[in-house]
């Protein structure tokens, strides 16, 4: 029996990948059991005593605490357990994490005697926090950055999130105490009622408000005004969970425009500057959601036709487009755009941010908003691409972060028969030569990437359109898939790939390189975000 039950116990701590020790109090000899010394690479021999001589093994930052532990579970009779959490040297000085708990036996004085105890590996989950905490710190740090209000509030208008800015200008001092609160809290009735009505109004009909004008009233300071964008807050289910505002004070605007009709145009021009700050921080809570790239240049395409309605858009006789856009998580970085410039000359953009999640999405919001300001440059693609460059460096020196994205943009002009390309740090289009060659793209033709240097000059290739028959617009997702050996598909595959798949219509061919990219990875998952511009030039 008392064998049956130690061989349960050995299959109990196998399966919890936990390692035991028994020390007796006061003992320079210690227990290990083999599954322990296998976390700290060392063998019965050369194994310190961790009880005794933590700083033999224990981080020199965590021996501090650990001692301290130690001596309180030995001292406190009524206390019972032993438990903390610390970093162990292993025997090649690397460390790791060590999730350490142990039953205290004492006498019938109460003196501690014995401590037996077990330990698990927690590095992976101890890194996953840190990497956590670090991308939230990055979060807050870019919020609290825009000079805007902004929040997250619940289907009963509890605020969930709040930026620096906003708890400030209500009076609740810091974000952590207006957490839980509502509008009641801080404005007076019927300033909240009506935020309140709103915010129900936008849950139940999934319609945003944007760009209206709000009074705030107060119960003891003088009233004032918001221009507010509120959109509903919705989860990666369809679930709606509550409301995400922004607001820009306006209060002196209004004062202004009620004193002075005169100012009326004046009054305009700044809503239209405010507009886009706005802008700004409304992409960047729909960059927090699922699909919210997609999403984002789906508007975009539409503001832009719309923009171009008056114009005979003769290039689209002339070019057959498709694109394929495949996020890796619901927060993505990767990010197109197709700008009509005029009826015989069109740009297509793609860019790729560094990294993944909360970082990237942001950054891919700062582009948008860059862009927005540099629409009148789009015909000259290194204007264009230094414009991009100089606002994100702006935005990113000021944050005090260390971002980039890699991007591409070519025009094409069909009335001087040319396609202009330049690279901020991206990799050149795939480009379709009638001849069947592969064209060769100069290596100082690719310029530094976006975000990094306030000074960077960017370089335009030019190829002329007699030439080719179209060409390629890729992100390093694609080529990137690893098979299940860990092999990546590589730039040579995936040039065969679209060589293979010429002869077909340009929409057929990109939805054939995604399936032989799809077909290499066995899985058909991307582990990074995938985006595909492709361009056929028709009659060609």
């Known amino acids: 029996m008392e064998q049956s039950a130690k061989e349960t116990l050995e299959l109990v701590l196998k399966a919890s990948n936990e390692g035991v020790w028994d020390w007796q109090v006061g003992s320079e000899e210690i227990y290990y059991s083999p599954r322990f010394l296998s976390f700290i690479q060392c063998d019965e021999i050369t194994a310190p005593n961790f009880m005794s001589q933590p700083q033999r093994l224990i981080h020199a930052e965590d021996v501090g605490d650990f001692r301290k532990e130690l001596e309180l579970a030995l001292m406190d009779t009524e206390e019972r357990l032993f438990a903390i959490d610390c970093r162990f040297l292993k025997s090649d000085r690397t460390t790791c994490w060590l999730r350490i708990r142990a039953i205290v036996v004492r006498d019938s004085q109460g003196q501690a005697i014995r401590l037996a105890g077990s330990a698990i590996d927690i590095s992976q989950r101890k890194e996953a926090e840190i990497a956590l905490n670090e991308e939230r710190s990055m979060l807050k740090t870019v919020l609290d950055s825009v000079p805007l209000h902004i929040y997250y509030k619940d289907t009963e208008s509890r605020f969930v999130l709040i930026n620096k800015q906003l708890a400030e200008w209500i009076g609740a001092g810091t974000p952590e105490n207006a957490l839980g609160k509502t509008d009641k809290d801080f404005y007076a009735e019927e300033g909240w009622q009506k935020f309140r009505e709103d915010e129900l109004r936008i849950m139940q009909t999934r319609q945003s408000m944007v760009g209206e004008i709000e009074r705030e009233i107060w119960n003891n300071r003088e009233d004032s005004w918001v221009q507010t964008v509120k959109v509903p807050w919705i989860d990666s289910h369809g679930q709606v969970l509550g409301v995400f505002g922004v607001g820009n004070r306006v209060t002196e605007l209004v004062k202004a425009q009620k004193q002075l009709e005169s100012l009326a145009l004046d009054l305009h021009t700044k809503n239209k500057e405010f507009e886009e700050e706005l802008h700004l921080a409304k992409e960047i809570q729909q960059a927090l959601l699922p699909d919210a790239s997609s999403r984002s240049h789906s508007s975009s ?103 980039f994205a890699t991007a591409c943009y070519t025009v094409i002009d069909f009335r001087a028969g040319q396609l202009e390309i330049v690279s901020a740090g991206h990799n050149f289009p795939y480009v379709l030569r009638k ?20 000074t960077a000059q960017y370089r335009a290739t030019q190829i002329a359109l007699a030439d080719i028959s179209g060409f390629v617009l890729y992100t390093d997702g694609l080529f990137e898939a690893n098979s299940p050996e860990g092999e990546e598909w590589g730039c040579k595959r995936m040039f065969a790939a679209i ?21 290499w990875s066995a899985d058909q998952a991307f582990e990074d975000d995938v985006c595909v511009l492709g361009a056929f030039l028709k009659n060609s």
């Open 301 to 403: 395409s539409q503001r832009q036709n719309n923009n171009n309605t008056s114009q005979t858009t003769s290039w689209r006789n002339h070019l057959e487009l498709a694109e394929t856009y495949l996020p890796a998580a619901d927060l993505a970085g990767d990010y197109y755009e197709v700008f009509s410039i005029s009826p015989d000359k069109v740009g297509l953009f793609i860019c790729d941010v560094m990294g993944h999640g909360v970082r990237s999405a942001l950054v891919v919001s700062m582009i948008r908003g860059v862009i927005e300001k540099a629409r009148s440059s789009q015909g000259d693609a290194e204007r264009f691409i230094t414009t991009i460059n100089d606002g994100l460096s702006g935005i990113l020196g000021r944050a005090g972060l260390t971002l």
């Open 435 to 454: 001849d069947g060659t592969q064209h060769r793209f100069h290596r100082r033709a690719r310029g530094r990437a976006l975000g990094l240097f306030s």
């Open 499 to 519: 060589e293979r798949h010429r002869h077909r219509d340009i929409h057929s061919m990109i939805k054939h390189l995604i399936l032989d990219a799809q077909q």
